[in-house]
């Protein structure tokens, strides 16, 4: 079966690892350079996206802000999954808290902001702090601000206005300010739903940001039923909502064993690289099963694992590999600060000794490049 995904990054790369031992033939169109490219070797194909839509079985795409002129084209053909109601959803707060309330699936309360009186309002039902975020162009805790006291409200509106100026009448720039929550923690459930409304959900992640990246994740740690109900219930929901087929990863804020929906990504998820190790089948396999049609495959935690972000490094630091059950992914890309560049699982019998290993790999990656390493090794000790 061929696949063609949009996007040529490295969640593209894993998801054609992964569809590789199923027979599954993996293009990537590259929306920058407008090629198809190999998803590995990034060497360009002489097809043209027509083409490679006519050839694949099957179309997906590893990311949200995908242009829309290119979207249409791939669902005129029937073929793409989740589709296009799920990605334009994911690439827009706006649609994102209109589906979240639709469903009765509680998130941060919110004010969308158009207009500096928006932003006045805001303040005053909301309170301070707000987290305010642009609500078509955001990753990586990019294009937001943080308003703390009503001196910051000239400066944050005349940013918000230029911003607000650069959207057009086919495609609005629109701002939202959430009211700032004080989590415990945050923590994400990915699943995938198959063209038959099967759903298989992996359990919750546990996730650290640093400057708003993430930064880390330990599957299966302080979770409950409870909690677990709330996350899936939640999926479910939205998931149905959308039809959804594929991969789809929800991040929540942790308030006192309340869940509350921080954002949606119609896609494999950061927070869920984890899955290679620490599940039966990966997020990526699952993706690749889901859009083709295929059964979806065990979800449950194999063994405890935690996933390392490596943010802006040359290169993984080969020491790493002395330690037990350490997998290192490296994506291929050229090094720019902090951008992604790979990720390390490392696997355990238990939490105990998931600690106990995170605590060894401490000692190989330097707090400054690989934050909470060290804290998360403790935390589980
Ligand atoms: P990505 O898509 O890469 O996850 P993003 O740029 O879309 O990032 P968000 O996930 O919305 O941004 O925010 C980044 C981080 O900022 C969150 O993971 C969280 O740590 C913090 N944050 C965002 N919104 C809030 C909020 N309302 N209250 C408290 N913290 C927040
Ligand atoms: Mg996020």
Request: charged share 20%.
């Amino acid at each position: 079966m061929n696949i063609l995904i949009l996007g040529a990054g490295q969640l593209a790369r894993m998801m054609s690892l992964a569809g590789a031992p199923l027979n599954l033939n993996v293009v990537a169109y590259d929306v920058g350079s407008k090629k198809i490219v190999h998803p590995l070797t990034n060497e360009v194909y002489p097809t043209t996206l027509e083409q490679a839509i006519e050839n694949a079985d099957a179309i997906t795409a590893e990311f949200e802000h995908i242009p829309d002129d290119v979207l249409t084209q791939c669902c005129n053909s029937n073929k793409f999954y989740p589709g296009k109601q799920a990605i334009k959803t994911g690439g827009d707060r706006t649609l994102e808290k209109a589906l979240l309330d639709k469903t009765a699936v509680a998130c941060a309360p919110y004010q969308l902001i158009t207009e500096k009186a928006h932003l006045e309002l805001a303040v005053q039902t909301l309170g301070k702090p707000l987290v305010i975020k642009t609500c078509q162009a955001g990753y990586d805790g990019k294009g937001q601000w943080r308003l703390k006291s009503d001196d910051q409200i000239e400066q944050i509106w005349a940013e918000m206005a230029d911003f607000i100026a650069s959207g057009t009448e086919h495609a609005p720039h629109t701002i939202i300010a959430e009211k700032m929550i004080p989590f415990d923690r945050e923590v994400s459930i990915i699943g995938a739903r198959d063209k038959h409304g099967h759903v298989a959900i992996y359990p919750l992640t546990e996730n650290e940001h640093t400057e708003g990246v993430l930064t880390l994740s330990v599957a299966g740690k302080n979770n409950n039923s409870q909690l677990e109900q709330q996350a899936i219930t939640a999926f479910t929901r939205i998931a149905n909502e959308l039809n959804y087929v594929g991969v789809l990863a929800i991040e929540f804020f942790d308030v006192q064993g309340t869940l509350l929906v921080n954002e949606i990504a119609p896609r494999v998820h950061n927070s869920g690289h984890w899955t290679q190790q620490g599940a039966h089948c990966s997020q990526f396999e699952n993706h690749m099963r889901a859009v083709a049609g295929l059964p979806l495959g065990s979800t449950q935690l194999k063994q405890p694992t935690a996933m390392i972000n490596v943010l802006g490094q040359a290169q993984i630091p080969t020491d790493v590999l002395k330690t037990a059950d350490v997998t290192s992914h490296w994506y291929g890309k050229s090094v720019k600060p902090g951008r992604k560049m790979g990720h390390i699982n490392v696997s355990a019998d238990n939490l105990q000794q998931l600690g106990e290993r995170l605590g060894e790999l401490a000692m190989c990656l330097p707090e400054q490049d690989y934050p909470g390493v060290l804290a998360t090794s403790k935390s589980l000790l």
